[in-house]
């Protein structure tokens, strides 16, 4: 929630985890908080979403290896109270919605962000493009 310890307000609580990430050897994915940890890590800035977004939404896929496993429009599951603000130009988005980024790739290292929880509902297919690319 937005009263806890996000990376937003207190990014000194996940200096650590920040610091991983920037010299990671291995491949990285972060989902909700850690999607924004990544993003702050690389310079990126997240913000307070316009409202508690918990349930299932749909999100647009842009990446066209995403599409060919996952089609244009899915329905995942959200849970979080924040959004990416700013997504350093290291990223490209993979998919979005009215609410924001939803994923994002790194361009040239191992490492994706998920906004939603991948985890949860019936969208094991997403786990074929992790994997596909990561």
Not at 18 to 28: E, G, R
Not at 38 to 55: E, H, L, T
Not at 95 to 123: C, M, W, Y
Not at 124 to 129: L, N
């Given at each position: 929630?937005?009263?806890g310890p996000?990376?937003?307000?207190?990014?000194?609580?996940?200096?650590?985890?920040?610091?991983?990430?920037?010299?990671?050897?291995?491949?990285?994915?972060?989902?909700?908080?850690?999607?924004?940890?990544?993003?702050?890590?690389?310079?990126?800035?997240?913000?307070?979403?316009?409202?508690?977004?918990?349930?299932?939404?749909?999100?647009?896929?842009?990446?066209?290896?995403?599409?060919?496993?996952?089609?244009?429009?899915?329905?995942?599951?959200?849970?979080?109270?924040?959004?990416?603000?700013?997504?350093?130009?290291c990223f490209?988005?993979?998919?979005?919605?009215?609410?924001?980024?939803?994923?994002?790739?790194?361009?040239?290292?191992?490492?994706?962000?998920?906004?939603?929880?991948?985890?949860?509902?019936?969208?094991?297919?997403?786990?074929?493009?992790?994997?596909?690319?990561?």
């Open positions: 929630g937005s009263d996000t990376v937003m307000r207190h990014p000194d609580i996940y200096s650590t985890e920040i610091l991983m990430i920037k010299n990671a050897q291995i491949s990285i994915l972060g989902i909700c908080l850690g999607a924004e940890i990544i993003n702050v890590a690389f310079g990126g800035a997240i913000k307070d979403a316009r409202q508690d977004f918990s349930g299932d939404y749909n999100i647009n896929i842009k990446d066209d290896l995403a599409k060919k496993l996952l089609g244009n429009n899915i329905s995942v599951s959200e849970g979080h109270t924040l959004a990416i603000d700013i997504l350093p130009d490209k988005i993979v998919a979005d919605s009215d609410r924001g980024v939803e994923v994002f790739q790194h361009k040239t290292l191992p490492i994706i962000g998920i906004q939603f929880h991948p985890e949860v509902g019936k969208n094991f297919k997403f786990k074929d493009w992790i994997l596909s690319v990561i």
